[in-house]
């Protein structure tokens, strides 16, 4: 179960320099198809923090063709607690309700600015606790047991504005954060994704995925994950799904899953985006921003997947 104490910094479990602890922080403007993400990742035993902004609008093959891209590795450790940190490329985040909401400002002074709150509409998902996920005792996949030693995912509100090239836009959207500690390899984030829909009608799903290893446009397994319907939560117990790609990049997904209850949730997704990701240099992600079907209710939401 997660605790007001899981928003400060964790004391690491071993001297490893891999040891990491993460936010995660993803919102979107629909009728732009524009994606913005926030990632932080931070390595106590190294003295050292990577930060990535991304933002894209369509479909490249390079992480260097996106929209825009700030990505640093060697920032340096912040001197404040993990629930109210500023970073050395702009970045601030501050959580103004334990475990629950956030501001998330940024500013590179060049142009590009976020100046957003997210909001929890539940509390956090522990995937470890068996209360809430059915599948804490058997996932099998490459993260659970350590760089996701630790780890929640939550559905939120996304409100406030974004600047980019001279523009301001309003957002407001329903996406996904999460936090997770435990020791984090460069190298270990294989055949996994992490996916979110949200739509129209008050449903979220959210759900990490195992690939098959030899075949990346099969989604075979659930590893965790949830269906939100307004203040309810329900946590899945499998699913399967199918992807149409060109290259690596997304283009359609059909998916099933199947809550605790016994409820079948079959929706399908068309990519708006679609583009590599590299928050690190070792790892090439696939990242999409799609619009979701869920039995004629229109959806937005997010797709990160490293199939290798």
Known sequence: MITEKDMYFHTPTSDDHYWAETNYFGFYIPEKAIHVNVYVLTRQNAGVVLSSITVTDGFS?????????NNQVHLPFPKSDFDDYTLGNGLSIKCTKPVMDYDIKFDDERGVKIDVQYKALMAPYDIHDPEQDPLAATADDTVSATAYAGHWDQTGRVTGKFTIDGKTYDVNCVSSMDHSWGERKEDQF???CWLNANFDNDVSIHCLWAINPDDPNDYQAIAH???????????LVKGSGKLRRDGRLHQFMDLQVEDKRGKVHNFTGSAFTSNPWQPWPFVYCTQSFLRWDLDGVTGWGEVQDVSM
């Open 61 to 69: 093959n390079s992480p260097h063709l996106v929209r825009y891209s």
């Open 190 to 192: 294989v055949n996994f």
């Open 225 to 235: 994950g949830y269906v939100r319907e307004g203040d309810q939560v329900y946590g």
